[in-house]
Every structure is written in structure tokens, then in C-alpha cells.
């Protein structure tokens, strides 16, 4: 387990809403000490999702103290399981994905199934579900049906096209959504072809934004006392944060180009390469801070250049500058590069991989990624949860468990007997 995460250094002042311990393949929990609990304690999540807005979503929810029941088919585990490298036969990206998670099995396409959600979505405040739209319908399972069985309850349904238009039923992922958005269009080199991230953007922004709709929600039901649907199009928050392209557009007919590293609004802002071989950031959003850094590469003369007064027009001379700036960081070691500029009190950061990040002092000093205890893996160290709260901090209490681990537990916790429960696993329920 790792530590909450909260504003102080001192984090062990600090509990979370629950104190976790695994005994063998079952999580026990304690009550909180010193009365003091996670914010969203006592919030119940049924993650009915896969592939990855959904469960990101529903993870979210759980490192600030919700119960969330990851729900998964008997035979037909979560993708994300398998996604990417694994350990000892231990997919690690679910270890990410599926922390503070109990697992369980169900087959939503049977009649047991279908039963034990409803009886799960009685006790639940938050659905999460990304199926194809009309598959819950056809399962008996949709908004009329989950409505009824808790009025209270919040459905986020989360699909790559939202629930209705012309591309609803389509099939669709977070890459698609990174195309349509206009995101591969400005990404890349002027002359080379539109760029697709390396990862899992789309997904990741509106999993962020699922957690947000879902929090918008649960707050609007304090107020009516009714549940509501959620429908998130993945295709959608991508171009939210894309900025004013459409307003852009609308107003002044401008579309954005695609400008590598450089951007049309100031300058100079690119990665340089120092003299050892490696690579650095410069950003000058600022005009002060473009002033510096030309003093600090000997070009003071180009800050009375007419055209470096506003941010645009030192864009479109983006050529002089990157000269002026690279050649001076070409000619210095990446450690001395990243001195002059902090005493320059110049925006500049280092090009990192992954194992820079591990090792990085300011990653360090807020625990941005951190140990946590596994049963399966022993220490692992994966991503902290996404901000820090003074008074009601969250914190990974345990990684992504093995598949179906809390089935039993979850399911005689909502009043099945042995029996039922061996009657459901006969009939493939389960």
C-alpha cells in the first residue's frame, strides 16, 4: 500500500478512508482512524467497462475512497489485462488500471447474470459501462431498467461516438477520436504526415472527463434526489482541449498547420540538442521571459528587433531564434544548459524518458510515482493518484487484482447464499 497523498510532507498525519490488508486472495478493509475518511467514502461504483476511458474513470473514483466493483466476464477477462508488457505471466498495465478495484466475474447475457446486476446496481451510486450502444438494452439492463431498480443511481455510459447520430453503432477507439478531433492534423512536421500519440490520449482525457461528468452528477442528485445518464463521446473532450480551433475557424477562417515543435503564437519554442547528446525545452509564452533568454544566449540585439515585441510575430521568426537559441545550447552540456536558464530564471526543462522521470528530484519530492505493496509482484511502482488533498487525501490502497478474486466476497456481502452462488456458477452466471 502506499501512503495518502495529501499538501503536507508529513502524509502519514493523514488517512485514507479505508485500511486495506490482503489476506491470500481476499481484501479485507478496517474502518478509518481518527475520524478521518476519504472524500468519496460510501460511494459504491459498478465498473462494467473495458479498454480504457471507462475503467480510468472508474479507477479515479477509487483513489479518492469509492468502492468500486470492477465487473468482468467469466471467460473473456478485461483487455487491458493483457495489454502491454507483463511479468511472470501478470499483465502490468492492469496493475495501473484496475487499482483499488475489488474484482468480480458476472455474464450480463444470462438470466443470472442479468439479476445479479440489478441487485448490484440497487446498493450502487455510479454505473460505469462503455459497451456499444443498445447491448445493455438488449440485455435487459438498459436506463429504464437500472432506473427502476435504484433511482438514485448515475449510468455513465462512455462509447467512442456517444449514444446517438449517425455514428453511434459504429465501432470506435481512442485513436479514431484523435483523428477526427483534429489532433493528428496539427501534430507532427509541416511536410510529414499526421502524427498519432504513442498512447492512450483520447481515451485518458475523457476517462478524466468521465470522472468529472460522474462527480457533476452525483452532485446535481444531492439536490433532486434522482439518478441521471452520463453520455460521454470520447470523440468529444479531445477537441475541448484542443483549444479555440473551431472559434478560430468560425471567426477568421484560419485552420491550424501542423508546426512540429514550434508554435504560431511565440517564440522561441522548440527542443534543442546540447552538447553531450541530449535534449532540451524552451518555452517563451512570456515576453520577459523571451527577453531573458536572449540575453542569456548573447543575442541581446534581436529583443529590439520591431518584430520580437508580441509572441506572434517572434513566431514567424522562429528561424533566427531557434538558431540564436540552438547554436548557443548546441556549444554547453545539458547540466550546465539547465543551470544558466534556472539562474536566468528562463522557462526550460529537460527531454526525459521514463527512467529520467523515476529519478527526477521534483517527481521525487512530491511521490508522483510511487511504491506500492503487491501479493503478486512484491514492490511496484506505478503513478500516485492525480492531485493532493490537505484534509481528505486519496491513495492506492492495493494494485489490480487477479481476475474475479472478490467475487464470493462481493456477492455474500449482497445477501447470495453459498448455494445461490453455486447455482449461478452453474449456469455460467458467474
Given at each position: ?8 510532507h508529513i ?12 489476506e ?6 478496517a474502518?478509518p ?9 460510501g460511494?459504491?461504483v459498478l ?11 472508474a ?8 468502492d ?17 508488457p ?11 488500471l ?7 466475474t458476472l ?7 442479468r439479476?445479479t446486476?440489478l441487485?448490484l446496481a440497487s446498493?450502487?451510486d455510479?454505473i ?9 438494452e438488449?440485455?435487459?439492463l438498459?436506463?429504464?431498467e ?7 443511481l ?6 467512442a ?8 453503432h459504429r465501432?470506435?477507439?481512442g485513436?479514431?477520436?484523435e483523428?477526427?478531433?483534429?489532433f ?30 460522474v ?8 439536490r433532486?434526489g ?9 470523440i ?8 479555440p480551433?473551431?472559434?478560430?475557424y ?14 504560431a ?13 541530449d ?5 517563451t ?10 540575453r ?6 534581436l ?7 508580441t ?7 522562429s528561424?533566427v531564434?531557434d538558431e ?6 548546441a ?14 530564471e ?5 527531454v526525459?524518458?521514463?527512467r529520467?522521470?523515476?529519478?527526477d ?5 512530491l511521490d508522483?510515482?510511487?511504491s506500492?505493496d503487491?501479493p503478486e509482484?512484491?514492490?511496484?511502482r506505478?503513478?500516485?493518484v492525480?492531485?493532493r ?15 474475479g478474486?472478490?467475487?464470493d466476497?462481493?456477492?455474500?456481502e449482497?445477501?447470495l447464499?453459498a448455494?445461490?452462488l453455486s ?8
Amino acid at each position: 500500500m502506499s501512503e495518502p497523498r495529501t499538501t503536507s510532507h508529513i502524509a502519514t498525519a493523514y488517512v485514507t478512508a479505508e485500511h486495506v490488508t490482503t489476506e491470500g486472495d481476499r481484501v479485507t478493509t478496517a474502518p478509518p482512524a481518527a475520524g478521518r475518511t476519504a472524500p468519496l467514502h460510501g460511494v459504491r461504483v459498478l465498473d462494467l467497462a473495458t479498454l480504457f476511458a471507462g475503467p480510468l474513470a472508474a479507477t479515479l473514483l477509487g483513489d479518492f475512497g469509492a468502492d468500486v466493483v470492477k465487473v468482468e466476464h467469466p471467460d473473456r477477462p478485461d483487455p487491458s489485462r493483457g495489454h502491454g508488457p507483463s511479468k511472470d505471466g501478470v499483465g502490468l498495465w492492469w496493475k495501473l488500471l484496475g487499482r483499488n478495484k475489488r474484482t468480480i466475474t458476472l455474464n450480463l447475457s444470462t438470466p443470472g447474470g442479468r439479476d445479479t446486476l440489478l441487485r448490484l446496481a440497487s446498493t450502487a451510486d455510479v454505473i460505469v459501462e462503455n459497451f456499444r450502444p443498445g447491448t445493455l438494452e438488449k440485455w435487459d439492463l438498459g436506463w429504464e431498467e437500472l432506473s427502476a431498480a435504484n433511482p438514485r443511481l448515475v449510468l455513465a455510459r462512455v462509447t467512442a461516438f456517444g449514444q446517438f447520430g449517425p455514428y453511434a453503432h459504429r465501432p470506435g477507439f481512442g485513436t479514431l477520436a484523435e483523428a477526427m478531433s483534429g489532433f493528428a492534423a496539427i501534430t507532427g512536421e509541416p511536410e510529414a504526415p499526421p502524427t498519432l500519440p504513442p498512447f492512450g490520449l483520447a481515451d485518458s482525457i475523457a476517462g478524466l472527463a468521465t470522472a468529472y461528468a460522474v462527480m457533476t452528477a452525483l452532485a446535481a442528485r444531492e439536490r433532486t434526489g434522482e439518478g441521471q445518464v452520463v453520455d460521454m463521446a470520447i470523440i468529444e473532450p479531445i477537441l475541448t482541449v484542443l483549444g479555440p480551433q473551431p472559434l478560430w475557424y468560425d471567426q477568421l477562417g484560419y485552420v491550424q498547420a501542423r508546426t512540429g515543435n514550434r508554435s504560431a503564437n511565440n517564440a522561441p519554442r522548440n527542443t534543442y540538442r546540447t552538447a553531450d547528446g541530449d535534449w532540451v525545452a524552451v518555452s517563451t509564452s512570456a515576453q520577459s521571459v523571451a527577453e531573458r533568454v536572449m540575453r542569456l544566449v548573447g543575442r541581446p540585439e534581436l529583443i529590439d528587433e520591431p518584430w520580437f515585441a508580441t509572441g506572434a510575430e517572434r513566431a514567424a521568426h522562429s528561424d533566427v531564434l531557434d538558431e540564436a537559441v540552438g547554436s548557443w545550447i548546441a556549444r554547453h552540456t545539458r547540466t550546465d544548459v539547465l543551470a544558466a536558464f534556472e539562474k536566468a530564471e528562463a522557462a526550460i526543462a529537460p527531454v526525459q524518458d521514463v527512467r529520467d522521470v523515476l529519478t527526477d528530484p521534483q517527481y521525487q519530492a512530491l511521490d508522483t510515482v510511487t511504491s506500492v505493496d503487491d501479493p503478486e509482484l512484491g514492490p511496484i511502482r506505478m503513478q500516485n493518484v492525480l492531485f493532493r488533498l490537505s484534509a481528505t487525501p486519496g491513495a492506492i490502497r492495493w494494485a489490480g487484482r487477479p481476475h474475479g478474486a472478490d467475487t464470493d466476497a462481493v456477492l455474500t456481502e449482497l445477501g447470495l447464499t453459498a448455494d445461490e452462488l453455486s447455482t449461478l456458477r452453474e449456469a455460467g452466471a458467474l
